[in-house]
């Protein structure tokens, strides 16, 4: 299989890391396969502060030489979206798994400790404008972050909608290969 080398820069989602979930199997996938990616740790735990998560990311970026294809998963997709929103810096693509949408009132999820993600809507037209592809995936039974939140972001991004059933918040380790197969679009 050949692929574009393009550096995959993956942003975790809220009390998560690049130790957990579905990231170890893609490291070893992406190792094998030699696709050059990062995988940075993010701060914060139970309250992660989006100027910390930008600041990373903005280095981590500024790391690559060459193309860069952001994936990011649950909150690791508004911290992606936030990024491009702020640096105004155009990448090959972006790859969200189960996002939030734009709704400013994110910011009051259940209590979590994560507002200052939400403090502004996102300027989405001009978003649009620094990347070529955006695909969005949601399962139908995401018990974190609702169905309707991927189906509207991605309507407003133009992107690439791919719904799953039983998939949940693609937080298991067996989610790789469902990341993977739509990250392939982006290689």
């Not at 998963?73 to 990024?83: D, M, N, V």
């Not at 998939?167 to 298991?172: I, T």
Request: glycine share 8%.
């Amino acid at each position: 299989m050949y692929f574009v080398m393009r550096t995959v820069i993956f942003i975790h989602g809220y009390n998560a890391s690049p130790e957990i979930n579905w990231y170890p199997e893609m490291r070893r996938e992406l190792d094998k396969l030699r696709v050059p990616y990062r995988m940075p740790a993010l701060p914060g735990g139970d309250n992660p502060k989006s100027r910390e998560w930008l600041r990373i990311i903005d280095e981590t970026v500024k790391s690559v030489k060459g193309d860069v294809v952001l994936v990011g998963h649950s909150l690791g997709t508004r911290a992606a979206l936030l990024y491009l929103d702020q640096s105004k810096k155009p990448v090959k693509g972006v790859l969200l798994v189960a996002p939030f949408d734009n709704n400013i009132a994110n910011a009051g999820r259940r209590g979590f400790g994560y507002s200052d993600f939400f403090e502004y809507p996102l300027n989405i037209g001009e978003i649009k404008k620094l990347s070529p592809k955006f695909v969005v995936m949601h399962s139908h039974d995401d018990q974190r972050i609702p169905f309707g939140q991927g189906k509207r972001i991605a309507k407003e991004l133009g992107a690439d909608f791919v719904a799953y059933d039983g998939k949940h918040h693609f937080a298991r380790p067996e989610s790789f290969a469902d990341v993977f197969a739509q990250l392939k679009k982006f290689l």
